[in-house]
């Protein structure tokens, strides 16, 4: 039964979990917009070599990333769906292979299953998988390239080794134009051990060669071409990107050495009381090639980026499938051999931490109430608390029947907690729902102005308009506003005046503001008095008319 219905379930979970959320909630700023807007911006222009944000130049990633977000906006329409398919897309195959890898090693259908919803349902993956940026694109490169490593590995024919190269070399060029070097630099730190281990040193060389070819194959008339377009693409992007960020003393993000390690048990909910169980298993069982390869493939990554002096917590999403398939592996050992211990622990500490949020929430609304007159929203999230709290709560009574129950708990969370955040979230992180309320309006001015990157690509996206004025920010564009051709793209506090009547005598002027602190407020007051204004949360529109002739 498990091997007929695995496959069919997992697809049925990857629509409800992944699928059906996507148009519930607005952009999130700033990642989201952005991304949304650069690929827009392609559908636009029809400029497929160089990335551009709000008509400005934007160098800080490659260019593959965009093309499969602004593919999902050619086939699914410039919507939140469209926008966001590209990253359910990929963390959907991402599962896919820690079914196949799982099936390959252990070649037990509930343990491939187990895996693969495991890996479905970690905290970090399935949330990141409704929304629109690269890291789950690179992630399912980068799993790609380690998945045809060890098929590679494992591969009993010499067809079926070159094959699994060719694959390794594609999907290395692909997330080599997806994030930049690290693709082609994971693979590499995996490998290279793990074939010096096996005395297998010459066959990397070998078939290293082919992947190499492929990767050059895949990538290099892009390389080409936006060499051609922007020479100093590759400088900015070399130095700003890689070097300064892993080494600089002005790195952004900085965090400490052992930041991930904590963030690794957060990653892993609602399976995380697993993890002892599973680095014991895997510390029994460290003799075994295929255990000994999925250690090398979660540690040396993350000893890499607990290395760098930037840190940001979606960095260790190539870690998390290995960790997925020993997790899956220890869970599965657990059922077959009828130990309940640790699955009734793991609902355990699920069952704890659904109450105490169910509590908080109750708290919180008696307090400082988190929803005002939101009735539905609230609901919303009881619901999903309370799911979650019955799943784990039917874990800890039958654990050997009804272990994958976490797995419905995380489901229902990630397809309801976005439709349940409070107003005051939705107003002040998803402008482009406020922008969408004041369409007709914003849609007949003649300039556009705001003062925060994110809210201006909001309004850039949903007005389809990449020709926002920037008052009084710069931010990660300040690369960007310092070419010539950007001029009169940013202006200052001292310039807002004179800009603001030279504007108003060509015809009307919408704004997007967001108002948050006493900075904000002033750049608010020396705007004119005399338009329609708007408010939500800490957002503002102004329609400020032409003035007379």
Request: charged share 15%.
């Amino acid at each position: 039964m498990t091997q007929r219905w695995a496959l069919p379930l997992l697809i049925l979970a990857f629509i409800a979990f992944y699928l059906v959320p996507l148009g519930t909630h607005g952009l999130w700023i700033p990642d989201e917009a952005r991304y949304a807007q650069i690929s827009q911006q392609i559908l636009i222009d029809g400029n497929w070599v160089t990335p551009h944000f709000m008509d400005l130049r934007y160098f800080e990633k490659p260019i593959a990333g965009y093309w499969m977000i602004a593919i999902g906006q050619a086939i699914f329409g410039e919507n939140l769906f469209g926008v966001r398919i590209a990253s359910a897309i990929a963390t959907g195959l991402s599962v896919f292979l820690a079914y196949a890898v799982a099936r390959r090693l252990w070649n037990d259908p509930r343990k491939s299953f187990a895996c693969a919803l495991v890996y479905m349902t970690f905290f970090l993956i399935a949330s990141l998988a409704g929304y629109s940026n690269l890291d789950p694109q690179f992630t399912f490169w980068v799993n790609l390239s380690l998945a045809a490593l060890w098929f590679a590995i494992d591969s009993p024919s010499q067809r079926q080794r070159l094959m699994s190269w060719v694959v390794l070399g594609f999907a290395c060029g692909m997330g080599f134009m997806t994030k930049g070097f690290l693709a082609l630099l994971l693979p590499v730190l995996i490998a290279l051990p793990y074939m010096i281990w096996q005395k297998r040193f010459r066959e990397l060389v070998k078939y290293g060669l082919v992947a190499i070819l492929v990767a050059t194959v895949v990538s290099l008339p892009w390389v080409l071409a936006v060499h051609a377009q922007e020479p100093d693409y590759w400088r900015f992007f070399f130095w700003h990107e890689h070097i300064r960020r892993f080494a600089g003393a002005d790195a952004q993000h900085g965090e400490p050495w052992w930041f991930y390690l904590p963030l690794m048990v957060v990653a892993s909910l609602p399976w995380a009381a697993l993890l002892p169980v599973t680095f014991k298993d895997a510390w029994r069982n460290r003799r075994e090639v295929g255990v000994v390869f999925l250690l090398l493939w979660l540690l040396l990554p993350l000893a890499l980026f607990s290395l760098s002096k930037g840190k940001l917590p979606t960095y260790i999403l190539p870690c998390l499938l290995p960790l997925a398939l020993l997790l899956g592996h220890a869970l599965m050992q657990r059922v077959e051999r009828a130990s309940t211990t640790a699955l009734r622990s793991n609902g355990l500490v699920n069952l704890l931490l659904g109450s105490a949020g169910l509590l908080a929430l109750v708290y919180l609304q008696n307090k400082k109430p988190l929803y005002h007159d939101e009735p539905w929203h609230m609901t919303l999230l009881i619901v999903v608390l309370l799911t979650w709290i019955a799943c784990n709560a039917l874990l800890v009574w039958r654990p050997l029947k009804l272990w994958s129950l976490p797995a419905l708990g995380m489901g229902v969370a990630v397809m309801l907690v976005p439709a349940s955040l409070p107003n005051s979230v939705v107003y002040n992180k998803m402008p482009d729902q406020f922008v969408l309320e004041h369409l007709q309006e914003l849609s007949q001015v003649n300039t556009l102005l705001s003062n925060d990157l994110g809210a201006a690509s909001a309004l850039s996206w949903r007005l389809r308009r990449p020709d926002i004025t920037l008052y009084n920010t710069s931010g990660e564009v300040a690369y960007g506003l310092a070419h010539a051709d950007a001029e009169g793209k940013s202006i200052t506090l001292a310039q807002i005046g004179q800009w603001m009547t030279e504007a108003r005598r060509k015809g009307s002027v919408g704004v997007l503001m967001r108002v948050k602190d006493s900075d904000e407020s002033h750049e608010m007051d020396l705007l004119p008095q005399d338009a329609r204004r708007y408010d939500e949360g800490n957002m503002v529109i102004l329609i400020i008319p032409q003035s007379a002739p």
